[in-house]
């Protein structure tokens, strides 16, 4: 089974491939239960910054370096912490907040946040694309509850026999049985809140995401939208008009900035 893919060239066409043909038949809405992921490039693979830390032709090299990574971040980031993390998954999540190399997979629950971030770094003459999870489909494909996890949450998983708290330690050194679940990360500023933004996460670092998904027989869990070049303007012009813009996504100066500095480039 191959990865589903439409081509979409307006805002209006992304709406309405993402909204269901029916309404639920308990609440009565249309209600999508995707999330979405930009890529500047339609013919790039789902990499994570750990993926990509070392160059990506090939990607994975520097995976093993994980645990370091976050041990380092740990000991040093603590005096810029307005509060101790709750808890290293937490940790994690501040992590790659702050641009630190990690397994997280960022998602938005906004199929026009991940039209943001495809179409403002999208490369002339290239198509680009919003990538579609089913994610719900992927935790019951595991024997986890429909729920996005909190931070809370995924710390009390029992997959792999633990006897006490499951932490990111366990995860870098597990080799065996696979899965991958939506982390629903805490309200840590307002960027976060505004994106909508939410994180994958899995047990394996030596594959794509989307490879991944293929091996666990999960494929048809994944949607690409591909903006060919051509639309790439035009969408990210219906964009502006709907106020989904850096003012919005990132509100604060540099936000502001940034819409200036693209409006007027």
């Not at 026999?161 to 805490?186: C, M, N, Q, Y």
């Not at 933004?197 to 899995?202: G, Q």
């Not at 903006?227 to 604060?252: C, S």
Request: net charge negative.
């Amino acid at each position: 089974m191959e990865i589903q893919e439409r081509v979409i060239t307006s805002l209006g066409e992304l709406i309405d491939a993402v909204t269901p043909a029916e309404p639920d038949p308990v609440t009565g809405r249309r209600r999508d239960f995707g999330v979405y992921h930009g890529s500047i490039r339609a013919d790039h693979a789902l990499l994570t910054s750990l993926d990509r830390l070392g160059g990506t032709d090939p990607p994975h090299t520097k995976r093993r370096l994980e645990a370091h990574i976050l041990r380092n971040f740990a000991r040093y980031s603590r005096p810029y912490l307005d509060q101790a993390p709750v808890n290293d998954w937490e940790l994690l999540v501040i992590a790659q907040h702050h641009g630190v190399p990690t397994r997280l997979l960022d998602w938005s629950y906004s199929p026009l946040v991940a039209a943001h971030f495809a179409t403002t770094g999208a490369v002339p003459g290239k198509a680009c694309a919003i990538w579609r999870l089913e994610w719900q489909r992927v935790h019951q494909a595991y024997g986890i509850e429909p729920l996005a996890l909190r931070i809370e949450d995924i710390a009390g998983l029992k997959l792999f026999g633990e006897k006490e708290d499951f932490t990111p330690w366990d995860l870098f050194r597990h080799e065996g049985s696979a899965f991958s679940v939506l982390i629903e990360p805490p309200s840590l500023n307002e960027r976060i809140v505004a994106q909508a933004a939410t994180f994958t996460i899995s047990t394996d670092t030596s594959r794509a995401y989307e490879r991944f998904l293929a091996d666990e027989g999960l494929i048809d869990a994944l949607t690409k939208f591909i903006i060919p070049a051509e639309a790439t303007a035009h969408m990210r012009d219906q964009l502006d008009l709907a106020g989904v813009e850096e003012r919005y996504l990132f509100p604060d100066l540099d936000g502001v900035a940034e819409s200036i500095r693209r409006y007027y480039a």
